[in-house]
Each structure stands twice: as C-alpha cells, then as structure tokens.
C-alpha cells in the first residue's frame, strides 16, 4: 500500500498532501504519523519543504521507507536545473523522480534566525529588478509572505503517477 507522507513546517506542504490524497485516492499523513504507524520499508510518496537548498527530513526518510516518487515545495524557480541541482544537493538517488512544487511563506509561523533570514533576504531584494513575472511573485512573498498553492500545480505529477502505477 502507498501512502502519501509530508513533512510541513507552515502548512504548504501539509495542504498540496491532502489535494494529492484526494486526486490519486492515497491516504497520505505527516511523517510523525508515519513513523509510529507505517512499517518500515513502507512504499511511500515524500512530500516535504524545501530551504537553502535543503529538502527537509529526506535523510531521515530515505533511511526508514522505499520512496517511489519525491514532491518538493519550496519557494524557488522551478526549472530543469534548479531540480537537477536539488537532485544531487541532496543525494536524491537517480531512479527516484523529483518533482517541485511553488508553496509560499507565511511569516506569521516563522520563527527565530528562519525569519530574520527571511528579514534580511527581503531588504537585499528591495532594490533588485524582478526579471519576469515568476520572480515578481516570489519577491513579493518573501518580503510579504505568500501562498502559491493551487491544485493545478500538481498535474505535472498526477499524470505521472497515473502513468506509472493505474
């Protein structure tokens, strides 16, 4: 059985987990609920945070589930390269898909050196010129906070999955 499992830190995550349970028909549940109900070696789908480059608790779940496909939100690019690098930053094995997700940032729920990196990141960009319209929106969420989650954003993998396991 697979079971979607995240890992959330402001609540992005958790959010595009339960759109996914409901459009592939996969109980999914936090990786605190994992691990004290899912046996090891369980057939998983990870979905988890992205920061500085860092997918959140990959190790840790690597080491204690089979993860068939890896979902990462985070508030940055999505392209071919900024996943390849993802990819390898994090010793994500070749076999195991990587897909990205744009998530946001709720400033309210960051805490401690998180929100002054955050501070200071949105002072350094206030000068910066967006160089096209993605970039604008992720500017303007880190200097104001911002929610990028929307259901049609998880159709890249949905037609994945559905390709691969129905």
């Avoid at 830190?9 to 691990?35: F, M, N, V």
Wanted: charged fraction near 25%; include cysteine; hydrophobic fraction near 40%.
């Amino acid at each position: 059985m697979k079971t979607i499992v995240y890992e959330s830190q402001t609540g992005h995550t958790a959010r595009y987990a339960k759109l996914l349970s409901e459009k592939i028909h996969l109980p999914c549940c936090s990786l605190e609920e994992a691990e004290q109900k899912l046996p090891k070696h369980a057939s998983i789908i990870f979905m988890s945070w992205v920061e500085g480059g860092k997918l959140q608790k990959w190790k840790q779940v690597h080491r204690r589930f089979r993860v068939g496909a890896v979902l990462a939100v985070g508030i940055t690019k999505i392209d071919d390269h900024s996943r390849r690098k993802l990819k390898h930053d994090n010793h994500i094995p070749e076999e195991i898909p990587l897909f990205q997700l744009l998530g946001g940032i709720d400033l309210n729920k960051l805490k401690g050196a998180k929100k002054l990196v955050f501070i200071m990141t949105a002072k350094a960009m206030a000068t910066a010129t967006p160089k096209n319209e993605e970039d604008r929106q992720i500017f303007t969420a880190i200097q104001n906070g911002g929610d990028f989650v929307q259901p049609e954003r998880l159709t890249e993998f949905v037609s994945w999955y559905f390709n691969q396991y129905c």
